[in-house]
């Protein structure tokens, strides 16, 4: 089991940047797939990008692509979620996961273990 902590949420104004950070202690973080995941008022949990152990291979949602990144430091057991050019529709609860899957997973019940969330808040 992996045990997640996110920070870094906050609230920004439309157009403005964040980057949100993901702990990770427990069982080998270097060798885990990591995700981030959002969710909004009302609205089910949506994936939002997706990382490699390496940090090779990345996978985003249509909705972020270009916007935000995905990275990983493994001697920190961390992994960033950077946004830029933030919208109002990026506000939600922001959550990491973490998966013993190789593969790019972009569905929840591809992870395993799960942060408590960080709220972001992008105001118009």
């Known amino acids: 089991q992996v045990q997640l902590v996110e920070s870094g949420g906050g609230l920004v104004q439309a157009g403005g940047s964040l980057r949100l950070s993901c702990a990770a202690s427990?069982?080998?973080?270097?060798?885990?797939?990591m995700g981030w995941f959002r969710q909004a008022p009302g609205k089910e949990r949506e994936f939002v990008a997706a990382?490699?152990?390496?940090?090779?291979?990345?996978y985003y949602a249509d909705s972020v692509k270009g916007r935000f990144t995905i990275s990983r430091d493994n001697v920190k057991n961390t992994v960033y979620l950077r946004m830029n050019a933030l919208k109002p529709d990026d506000t939600a609860v922001y959550y990491c996961?973490?998966?013993?899957?190789?593969?790019?997973?972009?569905?929840?019940?591809?992870?395993?273990?799960w942060g408590q969330g960080t709220q972001v808040t992008v105001s118009s």
């Open positions: 996961a973490a998966t013993y899957e190789a593969t790019l997973q972009y569905r929840t019940s591809g992870y395993n273990d």
């Open positions: 990382s490699s152990w390496s940090g090779g291979r990345t």
């Open positions: 427990g069982r080998t973080f270097s060798t885990s797939t």
